[in-house]
């Protein structure tokens, strides 16, 4: 099942992309972060140079699942 956490960046807008629907966040750490944009009215607001702060998800999806085991020779 898949976990989902809500996360807190506030950071410097280094690239914005309305074709592809991304803005790209540089963090506090120097680390560089692609968030996808779902309101298209962000564009109009929010240009390359900027501080904002932005929420955003992520999830994580993990399966386990045995290992089988070798065969022994009899």
Known sequence: QPAVDAA????????VDPVKSTI??????GNVIDLKV?????FKVV????QVEAVYTQAMAVAVTPVPKPETKK
Do not use: E, H
């Not at 779902?38 to 962000?42: E, I, K, L, R």
């Not at 240009?47 to 900027?50: I, L, S, T, Y």
């Open 47 to 50: 240009k390359k140079g900027d």
């Open 38 to 42: 779902y309101n298209p009215d962000q």
């Open 24 to 29: 790209s966040l540089k963090g506090p750490a």
């Open 8 to 15: 807190r960046l506030a950071g410097d807008v280094v690239a």
